[in-house]
């Protein structure tokens, strides 16, 4: 059990729910980074924490995974690709850690997708790019993920 110091509910407004954010392109950046391992312990991943910068739905937060070790070869492909968009989005092309990709702003494109056993709408970023000298839109340097991601 956690001691929970006398918390009082009626204290505190409860949280809201929150809705799924509409396909589209945002500013965002990387605040958070961690390396874990798979649920079945043969490989590894990079999940990144963004937050949405600007618009409508700042401040809500986002996640990606990124398969760095895996058995399946096309995820690990579908993961070098992908920290690639974000290492040119960031300005960034030899990272020694993820650190150096945070608080960089650049700009991901969300899509909203079906879970397929329950049906349910969730988020993916399906893109990473650069923010243009207008700010905001993406560059044309960086390219979505592949295809097959």
């Known amino acids: ?3 929970l110091n006398n ?16 396909a589209g392109k945002y500013t965002a950046c990387i605040v958070a980074s961690e390396g874990k391992a798979t649920k079945k312990g043969d490989g590894h991943y990079l999940e990144v924490e963004l937050d949405i910068l600007e618009g409508d739905y700042k401040g809500r937060k986002l ?5 760095l070790a895996n058995p399946s070869a ?18 960034v092309m030899q990272p ?5 990709l945070h608080n960089k702003p ?5 899509k909203a997708k079906k879970q397929k056993d329950t049906g349910d709408i969730y988020n993916e970023i399906a893109g990473y790019h650069k923010i243009d ?3 905001g839109q993406p560059a044309q340097t960086t390219s979505d993920r592949p295809p097959w991601g």
Do not use: H, Y
């Open 1 to 3: 059990m956690v001691e």
């Open 7 to 22: 918390f009082d509910a009626n204290e505190v407004e409860p949280a809201q729910d929150f809705e799924v954010i509409p």
């Open 63 to 67: 996640w990606d995974r990124l398969n």
């Open 74 to 91: 096309r995820a690990v492909e579908i993961a070098r690709a992908t920290l690639s968009s974000i290492c040119r989005a960031v300005g």
């Open 96 to 100: 020694k850690d993820s650190g150096e």
């Open 106 to 110: 650049l700009v991901i494109r969300v």
């Open 133 to 135: 000298a207008q700010g």
